[in-house]
Nanobody, 118 residues
Framework: QVQLVESGGGLVQPGGSLRLSCAAS????????MNWYRQVPGKQRELVAQ???????VYLDSVRGRFTISRDNAKNTVYLQMNSLKPEDTAVYYC????????????WGQGTQVTVSS
């Protein structure tokens, strides 16, 4: 079994910052990509940021330059530093990790709410 525990969400004013963390534990030995998705009610879940095992990153256009994804392989943890937050960043954020060996869709965290509002 694999567990993903997310933390760091909350309420922040526009222009503020938050840092999300997601730690994977259990029977997961080698992770390929680590991802952050977000979803708002009535819309599809979208990929916000991705980091590969080699450190290459991909970002959603609307967050590029404001968000930074990073990972600590020794801790099986992925982070999302979110700066200059906007109301349109409000969503439930989910981490997703895809192991080298295991299900193609990987494993999902429980989600953490991020609300950007004054």
């Amino acid at each position: 079994q694999v567990q993903l525990v997310e933390s760091g969400g909350g309420l922040v004013q526009p222009g503020g910052s938050l840092r999300l963390s997601c730690a994977a534990s259990g029977s997961i030995f080698s992770i390929n990509t680590m991802n952050w998705y977000r979803q708002v009610p009535g819309k599809q879940r979208e990929l916000v940021a991705q980091i590969t095992s080699g450190g290459s990153t991909v970002y959603l256009d609307s967050v590029r330059g404001r968000f930074t994804i990073s990972r600590d392989n020794a801790k099986n943890t992925v982070y999302l530093q979110m700066n200059s937050l906007k109301p349109e960043d409000t969503a439930v954020y989910y981490c997703n990790v895809r192991p080298v060996v295991g299900p193609i869709v990987g494993y999902w965290g429980q989600g953490t709410q991020v609300t950007v509002s004054s």
